[in-house]
């Protein structure tokens, strides 16, 4: 049964700090074997790219069969259903027009003493992007983390996509062509992140590393941050429902089950100011367990990683909220404005009853990559932004320079940095 709480309760505080500390990442205990496919993968190239695609996906390649040729595409294209190509093309074009509204613009004025300062926007030359493959089609999450670098204007979207015993999902080649991805390649796990990082004779190396993995793909992104730049480490799914007794409780319950279904370690938290309402969810989420096609890993989550919060009103509310900082975050409720309005930390927000977070994952428009574990603290989602870095213009003229140089030679002396105060120094002296 999930953790049941009472906000008003004078053990509250104790247990749901508690529940906040429960750790549900793994990623200690690969650590060292994470290191050694990364040190192995910038030492031999393709070579230990060939070896462990053939270890850990029973598929035995040549260097030549890594990348993905241009008629596979074309076949998994031709072998998706209608009405699934018909989706991925919707969600695409949704998904563009709301990130094109993120494209930052530059700037550059005058100082008032002669000096133009300025800054320019330029996106990184290479992204790479992971994608879990197999048996498993997650083409929402093709698009998701190709389309924001495609709006930036990266001019290298390269894929990594594993390929158990050969298999490639049709759905996600077919989102990785609507996309706009440049280069496609069947390895998947650590050594795929070590492969976009250090490069190998195949594979050109990129410059940031997009995407969600497993806990190896998590600890290899961790490692590799510093040669090249990543969205986020990325940890279980999480969904935070916030509802009144005036919500259906079987939709509610069956928001709860949405991102319990990913994993057996997601946490879904329901807070509700209305106990009476809390059992009913809780027996709607039992009923829908038993229909569910994912129910074993849905029903591990509820049970071991799942709470209730019943709060006094929801003004008690934003408190908890912030604390968990949720990835998902369901206001469903009459003014779901209000609260929303003063909700600090959260990874999205979902306002109204008709707002699931399934709609976010598939066709809303805003990115469904978005930080977890308490990361809403001070992250954010994955945006056209990432894939763009920021560069500052100076441009003094002589008399701006002879304006605010006296300063700077001030400030380079008072911290004993005499190179520093020259080199202003000599061109004040020229004016």
């Not at 500052?392 to 320079?401: E, N, Q, V, W």
């Amino acid at each position: 049964m999930p953790l049941r709480l009472d906000a008003a309760a004078a053990d509250f505080e104790a247990r749901f700090q508690a529940y906040l500390d429960t750790g549900r990442d793994d990623s200690e205990r690969v650590d060292a074997a994470v290191a050694e496919i990364i040190a192995r993968v910038a030492a031999e190239g393709d070579d230990a790219l060939l070896d462990y695609t053939k270890r850990f996906d029973r598929l035995e390649l040549s260097a030549a069969g890594l990348r993905v040729r241009p008629e596979e595409i074309a076949a998994a294209v031709e072998a998706c259903p209608f009405d699934l190509m018909a989706a991925i093309d919707f969600a695409a074009t949704r998904i563009e027009a709301f990130h094109r509204r993120q494209l930052p613009d530059g700037y550059s004025y005058e100082d008032g003493v002669g000096n133009r300062l300025g800054l320019r926007w330029t996106a990184v030359a290479g992204a790479g992007l992971y994608v879990p493959g197999g048996l498993a089609a997650y083409p929402s999450s093709v698009l998701m983390n190709a389309i924001p670098g495609k709006v930036a204007g990266v001019g290298r979207l390269v894929m990594m996509v594993p390929s158990p015993d050969g298999k490639l999902a049709p759905a996600v080649l077919a989102a990785a062509q609507r996309a706009g991805v440049d280069e496609i390649y069947r390895v998947g796990g650590a050594q795929a992140i070590a492969a976009l990082a250090y490069g190998t004779e195949t594979i050109r190396p990129v410059d940031i590393i997009v995407g969600p993995g497993n806990a190896y793909v998590a600890a290899a992104k961790r490692m590799v941050f510093g040669r090249v730049g990543i969205d986020s480490i990325a940890g279980p799914s999480e969904i935070l429902v916030v509802s009144d007794a005036a919500s259906d409780p079987a939709w509610i319950a069956i928001d709860l089950l949405s991102q319990a279904e990913h994993d057996p370690v997601a946490r879904s938290v329901l807070i509700t100011d209305d106990a009476g309402f809390a059992d009913k969810v809780a027996a709607e989420v039992e009923r829908a367990l038993e229909t569910l096609p994912r129910a074993a890993i849905a029903g591990a989550s509820w049970r071991d990683h799942g709470a209730i919060i019943t709060v006094p009103d929801f003004d008690a509310a934003v408190p908890v909220i912030d604390r968990i900082a949720p990835e998902h975050l369901e206001l469903a409720m009459t003014d779901p404005h209000a609260l929303a309005a003063r909700v600090r930390n959260a990874g999205a927000i979902f306002l109204g009853r008709h707002s699931p977070e399934a709609v976010g994952d598939y066709v809303a428009g805003p990115n469904h990559v978005l930080p977890t574990s308490g990361a809403a603290r001070y992250a954010s989602g994955l945006g056209v932004l990432d894939f763009m870095k920021r560069t500052t213009l100076i441009d003094c003229s002589p008399a701006g320079i002879a304006a605010i140089g006296p300063s700077a030679v001030t400030l380079a002396e008072a911290e004993g940095l005499g190179a520093h105060a020259r080199s202003v120094a000599v061109r004040l002296d020229k004016n």
